[in-house]
Structures are given as C-alpha cells and as structure tokens.
Nanobody, 114 residues
C-alpha cells in the first residue's frame, strides 16, 4: 500500500538546522510532484516547498534562501534541508506526493526554541 514516512524532526535552537526526509513506497515516486507542508499550532496547513518531477523547486516566501528541497528518485526519498531556523518555523511538517491524487505522510514535529 502507499506509504510516506517522514523523519528528521526534533528540537533545535534558533539559528540551527535540521534535515527532514520522506521515504515513499507503494507508487511510482519519480512520476509524482513532491511537497512539504507545515502546520503550526492553531494555524492551517501551509505549503513550504515543492519539487517537480524535473527537479524544479519552489518555495514559500518566508523560507526562500533558508530551506532547500531535493529528491532522490533512486531512494524514493524527498528531503527538506532547513537552515537558519526561526521560532516561527515550529510546527508539524508533512510530505505529500501529488499527481491526480495526493498522498500524505503522518508528519514529523519540528520545534525551534531556546
């Protein structure tokens, strides 16, 4: 069955870095656009970054220059490198695979706090 499993979240101080991973199974990963979303406490889920099947990356304005999305089709994995983290980056981060339908992972918690 389809699975997306995120990992790499945790507690980090402001200015620190984390690398999130999302490993997929049960579908042809290379044919799907991949996205990272986050949901902060009390807020709606928002799109953070996306990467096309052709490796074209897009970012939300507030993470440009700090976050980098990448994919490894041989490993069925999408990554989100997060640098210069801020407290407002805190939230649950979800990966999503998008084609005609969308698949979602269960999320990984990222907390940026001193």
């Amino acid at each position: 069955q389809v699975q997306l499993v995120e990992s790499g979240g945790g507690l980090v101080q402001p200015g620190g870095a984390l690398r999130l991973s999302c490993t997929a199974s049960g579908f042809t990963f290379s044919r799907y656009r991949m996205r990272w979303y986050r949901q902060a406490p009390g807020k709606e889920r928002e799109l953070v970054a996306g990467i096309s099947t052709g490796d074209i990356a897009t970012y939300a304005d507030d993470v440009k220059g700090r976050f980098t999305i990448s994919r490894d089709n041989a490993k069925n994995t999408v990554y989100l490198q997060m640098n210069s983290l801020k407290p407002e980056d805190t939230g649950v981060y979800y990966c999503s695979a998008v084609q005609v339908t969308a698949y979602w992972g269960q999320g990984t918690q990222v907390t940026v706090s001193s």
